[in-house]
Structure formats: structure tokens, C-alpha cells
């Protein structure tokens, strides 16, 4: 069965530093991927998506994310982030059935 | 302004009451979906909809049921509520295939 694997329940960054919050996926083939967001007692909102071409995908928020079939990963990156960051981001990655398989979700912490 | 409503907000409820969660979206999508986000579990899909006329059971579908009449509404019911839904319920909606779009949430707490 198709997973969505994100291995940092935690991240903390200090504010200006760069981030990567891991994700991986199994799926055999080419997945739809997906990173979402949210902010505390907000819904999701959609970062970025890829379904197809080019590997590095920019999103919203200056956030990108690099899907790499040999590792089977769609790591999210930020160069600098700022304290509006903090949140919880989810990966996800679309079946078969067209539904969404979400991973369990990072939170992400900055420290000033 | 184009997106999807949920309602209401915030519910107590008490145990064995019957309540639904109001959920309609203006973007004409075809899908729709509602999500139970708890703690440490994440996202878990309760029902889904590819298209009005049609539901199917997500993983965690006992206890809950849902109709959709139209493109629009989505509503998710809860025939007795028990603690053990106590949880926030996103709705989502989406282009068959596309990302999902989601609502604000409802927190439900039943007591």
C-alpha cells in the first residue's frame, strides 16, 4: 500500500536559517506529491505540488521542493526562515483512486 | 470570496446527540472530502465524493455519514455523537485529481 513517511515530528530552526523537512513517499510509479501548511488553528493551505516535469518546484511563501525518484523524496527547503513559519507541514501523495495519502506532519518550531 | 465554508465553528455536544457539520464550497469542484485531525494521527479521510450523487467511506467511516445532493454541500452527520469523535473535521473539496482545497475546520467536542 502507498505511504507517506515524514520523519521529524519536530524541527527547530532559528529564524534566518534554512530549513529541510524530509519526506518520503512509496509508491511505484511517478507520484502527484504535495506539501500543504498549518498555521495553528487555521486549515491547510497548499505550499506547492508536483505532478510532473521538472523535479524542483517552487511554491508560495518562497518555500521549493525537490522530488528525487532514486530516494524516493519530496524534502521541502526554505533558504531563510522567518518567525511566520512556524507551523505544522504536512506531505502528501495522491493514489490511485485519486485520493490523498498524508503523511503524520512536522512541526516546525523557530527560535529568535 | 471563492473558497469553502464550515459551519459551525466550534460545538459542545453531549453524548448520544445527533449533529451535522455544514460544508459548501463555491469553486464548482467535484470532490469533496472530509478529514478528522487528531492529534499525533494527522489527517484521517472519513467520506469523500467524486461527484454529486455519489460518497465513499474513507478509512475511518463508522459513526459518520454523508450525502451530497448537490455539487455545493457536502454535510457530514454524526447519528450519535460519542467522546471518542471529539476531534476537528476539515472539509475539502478539489478538480477530480488536483489539490484539495480546505475549510476552516469545526472543533467538536462531545462530552
Known amino acids: 500500500a502507498q505511504s507517506v513517511t515524514q520523519p521529524d515530528i519536530h524541527i527547530t530552526v532559528s529564524e534566518g536559517a534554512s530549513l529541510e523537512l524530509r519526506c518520503n513517499y512509496s509508491?511505484?510509479?511517478?507520484?502527484?506529491l504535495f506539501w500543504y501548511v498549518q498555521s495553528p488553528g487555521q486549515g491547510l493551505q497548499l505550499l506547492l505540488k508536483?505532478?510532473?516535469?521538472d523535479t524542483l518546484v517552487q511554491g508560495i511563501k518562497g518555500f521549493e521542493a525537490e522530488f528525487k525518484r532514486s530516494q524516493s523524496s519530496f524534502n521541502l527547503r526554505k533558504p531563510s526562515v522567518h518567525w511566520s513559519d512556524a507551523a505544522e507541514y504536512f506531505c502528501?501523495?495522491?493514489?490511485?483512486?485519486?485520493?490523498?495519502?498524508w503523511g503524520a506532519g512536522t512541526k516546525l518550531i523557530i527560535k529568535p | 470570496i471563492a473558497g469553502i465554508t464550515q459551519a459551525p465553528t466550534s460545538q459542545i455536544l453531549a453524548a448520544g446527540r445527533r449533529m451535522t457539520l455544514r460544508c459548501t464550497q463555491d469553486?464548482?469542484?467535484?470532490?469533496m472530502y472530509w478529514y478528522r485531525q487528531d492529534l499525533g494521527l494527522g489527517l484521517r479521510l472519513i467520506h469523500y465524493?467524486?461527484?454529486?450523487?455519489?460518497?465513499g467511506k474513507g478509512e475511518v467511516p463508522d459513526g459518520y455519514s454523508v450525502s451530497r445532493a448537490n455539487t455545493d454541500d457536502f454535510p457530514l452527520t454524526l447519528a450519535s455523537a460519542v467522546p471518542s469523535q471529539t476531534s476537528v473535521y476539515f472539509c475539502?473539496?478539489?478538480?477530480?485529481?488536483?489539490?484539495?482545497?480546505f475549510g476552516p475546520g469545526t472543533r467538536l467536542t462531545v462530552l
Open positions: 475539502a473539496s478539489s478538480d477530480f485529481g488536483n489539490e484539495q482545497f
Open positions: 469553486m464548482r469542484h467535484n470532490a
Open positions: 508536483y505532478f510532473s516535469g
Open positions: 509508491y511505484g510509479a511517478t507520484p502527484y
Open positions: 502528501a501523495s495522491q493514489d490511485s483512486n485519486y485520493q490523498l495519502i
Open positions: 465524493s467524486n461527484t454529486a450523487g455519489t460518497t
